[in-house]
């Protein structure tokens, strides 16, 4: 994921939603030595810390302490070294490993390769934003599907919204299970496609004050957005940027780089809405028939490249896996993009934060929720009960959408 990010590169532009390359890969390996050889004392919750094999590691790589604009003007090590450094905490953490693994190394080790799944999506959303060529990385034939249309009829019920603690691994946000409500209702089978997104586009959304909410209105005049970001009206039609090229619009392809209030005026137009959390997560998993939940939207087997589009190049039609299908008959609940909820990130009745307190604590009431996992999300992450969540003013993540019809309110 790093190739061709050297030279000028390293560090790109000075901007809000993107880090430095080269910042970015010593986070990774100080985060990975931070958690996994560095704690001197039994107590999982301990600060105390041994000291880094790199000087200064600590003031250097800490996103908790270093501010983000400070990251361009640090005294970082050069890239070679950096890349040194990431690969001597990752020997050191296997033969760690190999000697001992106990319940908080085994969490840590885990903790530290989802954080490394994180950024190596982020860097993905780096490449689309600044215009590089995609990451050259393997990728297989998307499952091809036959066309779905129309809602999933979806009864509601009572149901554990979260995750049970005999999982193998959660994240804090996740804890823990708990009983949800959710009213009956009717889901689109599909996410938002370009095309009907697009019809949106051309029906002057943008310019129409009635769709957006009094925050999205002001978002938009600030912004000055008249089409979603990365689209441009070209010879008459609609064109596309995908990394560095720019490419006709897929009409079937999900509607992506959308915000949350892009998602919600549009649904304003459609006269429908966004589904809650407890309603995603009900339709992704929720087998009435079983009456249990599963661990993702096609049961409890592991993912592969069959299920659901992640870990991947590119995104699919909204049509195509349909081996991934919900109990209820929708496609791509997993994978392909993420999907913009109406939930607010908060936190799940009597939560307390793991030990990496700054993962979600901070975030509770500014952010909202999507769901799902994109074509560039690590399986690790790409699950039915994984909570992502971004301000609703951004747009350079892998996110869409999908909508519900308004009866349920």
């Not at 998993?285 to 939207?297: E, Q, T």
Request: charged share 25%.
């Amino acid at each position: 994921l790093t190739g061709n990010l050297t030279g000028v590169r390293e560090f790109g532009p000075r901007l809000a939603i993107v880090n430095p390359p080269r910042w970015e890969l010593g986070h990774v390996g100080w985060f990975q030595e931070y958690w996994c050889l560095r704690r001197i004392e039994a107590d999982r919750f301990s600060s105390a810390r041994g000291a880094s094999i790199l000087p200064q590691a600590d003031a250097l790589y800490n996103s908790a302490t270093v501010p983000h604009d400070a990251r361009w003007s640090l005294p970082l090590p050069a890239f070679a070294t950096t890349l040194g450094y990431c690969a001597e905490v990752l020997a050191r953490t296997l033969e760690r490993l190999g000697q001992r693994c106990d319940e908080d190394d085994a969490y840590f080790a885990q903790l530290a390769l989802r954080h490394e799944d994180m950024h190596a999506e982020a860097f993905h959303y780096t490449r689309q934003t600044l215009g590089y060529e995609a990451p050259a990385l393997a990728g297989a034939e998307h499952a091809r599907g036959g066309p779905v249309h129309g809602d999933a009829e979806i009864p509601g019920g009572d149901f554990p919204l979260g995750a049970q603690p005999a999982e193998a691994f959660v994240f804090d946000n996740e804890k823990w299970s708990h009983p949800a409500k959710v009213r009956p209702f009717r889901m689109a089978r599909t996410a938002v496609t370009n095309a009907e997104f697009a019809a949106f586009v051309e029906d002057e959304g943008y310019l129409r004050s009635e769709f957006w909410s009094d925050a999205g209105w002001r978002w938009l005049q600030e912004a000055r957005h008249s089409e979603p970001l990365y689209w441009s009206r070209i010879g008459g039609n609609w064109q596309l940027r995908r990394f560095e090229r720019w490419i006709a619009l897929p009409p079937e392809e999900p509607v992506t780089h959308v915000n949350w209030y892009e998602a919600e005026a549009y649904c304003r137009y459609a006269g429908r809405r966004l589904p809650t959390e407890a309603e995603w997560e009900f339709a992704a998993c929720w087998d009435a028939a079983a009456g249990r939940k599963l661990r993702n939207p096609w049961g409890d087997d592991p993912w592969t490249p069959e299920h659901a589009c992640l870990r991947q190049n590119s995104l699919a039609s909204v049509h195509a896996y349909p081996r991934g299908d919900s109990p209820w008959g929708i496609r791509q609940m997993v994978g392909n993009l993420w999907e913009w909820t109406a939930s607010a990130f908060m936190p799940y009745p009597g939560f307390s934060p793991d030990p990496y307190k700054e993962y979600s604590q901070p975030w509770f009431g500014t952010h909202q929720v999507l769901r799902g996992g994109a074509f560039a999300t690590s399986p690790r992450i790409g699950y039915a009960g994984y909570r992502n969540f971004f301000t609703p003013d951004r747009a350079d993540v892998f996110a869409g959408f999908r909508t519900c019809a308004l009866e349920a309110e």
